[in-house]
């Protein structure tokens, strides 16, 4: 960050007091980011959002950005609700040439939709299987031209628990903060992953433009305890499309941990966590996850900030290799209105034996589904309001 500050004259962006550009260009630094607040209302019993009360603190979000010739930088750090942390991104990259560039640092892991499997404030059952805006310390190598946009990284561990945005396999010892006593046997942990991401791109702007990608990931999964190590594999196949005001996006990934866990822990279970922000929690340790994500963006006019709103509806669903284990589901509808500098979505989300719609009175719901509020439809209302500098 330094040298990038120090190889440019320290002129700033007519449009932008937060960042500099030297005079021809190729050196900038940028400064940004958000501040959100969230509101809530959550229909199960337990739930302490069960009434029409003030906007929570979400996050703060902290971006920078900057680039000296061929060399650039991109970082994100939040501080989030109940005094959590954790980094969202925080890499150096170098453009090799026109179509190829290196990364190092906390990189994203590329893999089907990416970084976001979804166009909602509200995450869909990808992301809390690992398959979403998750970053981990290592390398991607990216090439893209016209056509093509292949990623190819390496990692050689995950990123520390108490750090992560995104929730990941993890032990329950490296999950202190926030694991419960009964997931104590389950000690396995990824290390040395290998994901592979290939997109092929195509289209116009008379037919709309598209991709449609394959993407692999194989990984060690170390036990703890018995020092030995299994497997983790996943696959996946997506596409993107843009046509008009128009987006539909798909994806379909099959998943599998196959551990080398003690005599009488449940091989059916991975425990999965993040930074504490919400309890650690079992995922099924195979399924295939299928979801499809539709949005309209509708251009506003002579309405003040507000220039776009747009519509969307995110589905998706777990099917868990267990056939005596219930399938999750989650639907969410909302819209994002854009006014910028400020961005609100509006989302109603309805879920069956998805952990995030029940809390512990469906902890289960990624796995056997034996919860309080198993088998049952839940929903939940969620009002997010951002500003960005």
């Known amino acids: 960050m330094l040298l990038l500050c120090n190889s440019f004259a320290t002129t700033q962006a007519k449009d932008d007091p937060l960042e500099w550009k030297s005079e021809d260009g190729a050196h900038s630094f940028k400064v940004g980011g958000v501040v959100r607040f969230n509101h809530r209302y959550e229909q199960w019993d337990a739930s302490d959002k069960r009434g029409f009360g003030k906007l929570d603190f979400d996050i703060f979000r902290l971006d920078l950005k900057g680039k000296s010739d061929d060399a650039y930088l991109n970082a994100s750090y939040l501080i989030q609700d109940q005094e959590m942390m954790s980094i969202e991104k925080a890499y150096v990259g170098y453009n090799l040439n026109k179509n190829n560039s290196i990364e190092a640092g906390f990189v994203y892991k590329p893999f089907a939709l990416y970084p976001y499997p979804q166009n909602g404030w509200t995450y869909h059952i990808p992301f809390f299987l690992g ?39 993890a032990t329950y010892d490296d999950l202190s903060e926030n694991h419960l006593p009964f997931q104590a046997a389950y000690q396995n942990e990824k290390q040395n992953q290998l994901n592979t991401r290939i997109v092929r791109k195509f289209g116009n702007d008379q037919v709309g433009k598209h991709e449609i990608g394959l993407s692999g990931a194989a990984a060690q999964l170390h036990n703890k305890t018995t020092q030995k190590d299994g497997s983790y594999y996943a696959a996946g196949l997506h596409s993107n499309s843009n046509y008009q005001r128009w987006n539909v996006q798909s994806s379909v990934i099959h998943y599998q941990y196959d551990a080398e866990n003690p005599e009488g822990v ?28 539709i949005a309209y963006t509708l251009p506003v006019q002579n309405m003040g900030k507000l220039k776009a709103i747009r519509f969307y509806n995110d589905y998706s669903y777990l099917d868990k290799e267990r056939s005596d284990w219930a399938a999750s589901q ?53 009002l997010n309001i951002g500003f960005s500098f």
């Open 131 to 169: 398959y979403g805006n998750n970053a981990a310390p290592g390398l991607n190598w990216n090439y893209n031209n016209p056509e093509w946009d292949i990623k190819v990284g390496y990692y050689p561990r995950m990123l520390e628990t108490n750090l992560r945005y995104s929730p990941e396999s």
């Open 266 to 293: 449940n091989d059916d279970m991975t425990l999965m966590g993040a930074n504490g922000l919400t309890p650690a929690y079992f995922i099924a340790s195979e399924g295939t996850v299928s979801s499809l994500n």
């Open 330 to 382: 989650m639907n969410t509808t909302g819209a994002m209105f854009i006014a910028t500098p400020f961005m609100v979505w509006a989302d109603y989300t309805w879920g069956k034996n998805a952990n995030i719609i029940g809390g512990a009175t469906n902890g289960t719901g990624f796995t056997s589904a034996t919860s309080e509020n198993s088998d049952k439809w839940m929903y939940r209302v969620n």
